[in-house]
């Protein structure tokens, strides 16, 4: 049973940095499949995929965001990891942590909500 | 980027009817397409992949259909527990995206 786990602070200041960590249990992080993703959603809004991040170091981000973005694997914990730069008020979000494999999202963490405010 | 377009944005149906959301996708992306559901305050929920396969777990009400770009997603039977937004996804072509989202109430 693959069980997905988003951890990090509810409250970034505008102009600094989010960090969201995602502890995998069940699966490899560091297998060649599947991909780690990152989707986010907005208060009362769709799904906007971030990007995902596969073998170890291997990464695909959304060009609307791939400027402020990088994400990281961390073997040792099984955990993968989501940096954003530079964030503003319109990155408000619950962000999820999702697994993709064969053409799906099979399993979504429960989501972390992340507030930019000063 | 791949626009995914769904219809409607809201429907309110009554228990046991059935229900029909359509995905346009802005381009021809084969059987790359897939539904999930996400109730309140969850996590979506995928429940049909590529149009029409299966997905374990998933009660065989739902069942989805189409190619190109055009797919359908219908829910037979509606029970309370259906109340959810309905999204599509492409995984056709990066960057990866899903429709608006169809929200389905119960009357």
């Known amino acids: 049973q693959v069980q997905m786990q988003e951890s990090g602070p509810g409250l970034v200041r505008p102009s600094q940095t989010l960090s969201l960590s995602c502890t995998v249990s069940?699966?490899?992080?560091?297998?060649?499949?599947?991909?780690w993703s990152w989707i986010r959603q907005p208060p009362g809004k769709g799904l906007e995929w971030i990007g995902y991040?596969?073998?170890?170091?291997?990464?695909f981000y959304n060009p609307s965001l791939k400027s402020r973005v990088t994400m990281s694997v961390d073997k040792s914990n099984n955990e993968f990891s989501l940096k954003l730069t530079s964030v503003t008020v319109a990155d408000s979000a619950l962000y999820f942590c999702v697994r993709y494999e064969s053409g799906v999202f099979d399993h979504w963490g429960q989501g972390s909500l992340v507030i930019v405010s000063s | 980027e791949i626009v995914l377009t769904q219809s409607p944005d809201f429907q309110s149906v009554a228990p046991g009817e059935k229900v029909t959301i359509t995905c346009r996708a802005s381009?021809?992306?084969?059987?790359?397409l897939n539904w999930y559901r996400q109730k309140p305050d969850q996590s979506p929920k995928l429940l049909i992949k590529f149009v029409s396969q299966s997905v374990s777990g998933v009660p065989s009400k739902f069942s989805g259909s189409g190619s190109g770009t055009d797919f359908t997603l219908t829910i037979n039977s509606l029970e309370a527990e259906d109340a959810a937004t309905y999204y599509c996804?492409?995984?056709?072509?990066?960057?990866?995206?899903f429709g608006q989202g169809t929200k389905v109430e119960i009357k």
């Open positions: 381009e021809d992306i084969g059987n790359s």
């Open positions: 996804h492409q995984s056709r072509s990066l960057p990866q995206t």
């Open positions: 991040i596969y073998r170890i170091g291997h990464t």
């Open positions: 069940g699966d490899s992080v560091a297998s060649d499949e599947p991909y």
